[in-house]
C-alpha cells in the first residue's frame, strides 16, 4: 500500500518517516494546526481530507487513501508490545472546529480514552503560553529498537526526516521544556473534557 500512494498522495519523504515510525519503541508527538494523525478518528481524518477536495488540490480516491492508510499506522500502535507514545497537543488543535461539533466531540473523546492507555502521555500546551511555547512547526521524535533517535518534521508539502545529532538533541531539549510547560496530565484531560462539552452541547442545538 506504501508503494501504491507513495506517490500519488503522501508528502515527499513522508513514507521513509511512517517505515520507521511503524518500528519505534517510543514516539513524541507535537503538531500544530490540527490534532496529530495518530490522534485522530476516522470522521476529523476524513473532515480534514475533503476540505482538500473541496478546494480541488486533490481528488476523492486521494483523499480516501490517505485516510485508509492513516488507519493502516494506527493500528501499529496496538502491536506487541505497543510503543510508548508521548504527546503534547497545542489547545488550538482541541478547538478548532474540524467537521463540526459533532466530529469535534468524538474526536475529543477519543483523546479522553487514548490518555488512559498505559503506554500514552497526553497533554495540553495551553494557549497562555504565547511566544514561550518552543515549536513553531510540527515535530515528531523517534526512539529506534537500537536506541538511536530519529526526528521528522514538514512544510506544506514536503516531509523531511531528521538524522543529525546536533539538531536532534535541540529538538529533544526543546521538547522537554515543553513537556515542563504543558499543563500536567490529570489537567489536561480535565481541559479536553469541558472543550468536548462544549462542542457536545453545541452538537445538540
Do not use: C
Not at 503534547?88 to 474526536?107: F, H, S, T, Y
Not at 500514552?120 to 533517535?149: C, I, N, W, Y
Amino acid at each position: 500500500m506504501l508503494d501504491q500512494l507513495e506517490h500519488a498522495v503522501l508528502k515527499e519523504g513522508f513514507p521513509e518517516y511512517a517505515e520507521k515510525e511503524a518500528k519505534a519503541v517510543a514516539i513524541r508527538l507535537f503538531h500544530l494546526g490540527v490534532i496529530s494523525g495518530l490522534l485522530q478518528t476516522q470522521e476529523y481524518a476524513m473532515a480534514y481530507e475533503l476540505a482538500a477536495v473541496r478546494r480541488g488540490t486533490t481528488t476523492q480516491q486521494q483523499a480516501e487513501a490517505r485516510v485508509k492508510f492513516l488507519l493502516n499506522r494506527q493500528a501499529s500502535l496496538s502491536r506487541t508490545p505497543p510503543p510508548f507514545v508521548q504527546a503534547v497537543v497545542d489547545e488550538w488543535n482541541l478547538r478548532r472546529p474540524i467537521g463540526g461539533a459533532a466530529v469535534m466531540a468524538k474526536q475529543l473523546k477519543s483523546l479522553e480514552a487514548l490518555a488512559q492507555q498505559p503506554n500514552v502521555t497526553l497533554q495540553v500546551a495551553p494557549l497562555s503560553l504565547g511566544e514561550d511555547r518552543p515549536f513553531a512547526h510540527t515535530v515528531t521524535l523517534l526512539t529506534m529498537p537500537s536506541g538511536k533517535s530519529l526526528g521528522y518534521t514538514e512544510s506544506h508539502k514536503t516531509g523531511y526526516l531528521e538524522r543529525d545529532t546536533q539538531i536532534l538533541s535541540t529538538w529533544t531539549r526543546d521538547y522537554d521544556r515543553l513537556q515542563v510547560e504543558a499543563l500536567p496530565r490529570a489537567s489536561s484531560l480535565e481541559l479536553i473534557r469541558a472543550v468536548r462539552k462544549d462542542f457536545e452541547s453545541h452538537a445538540a442545538r
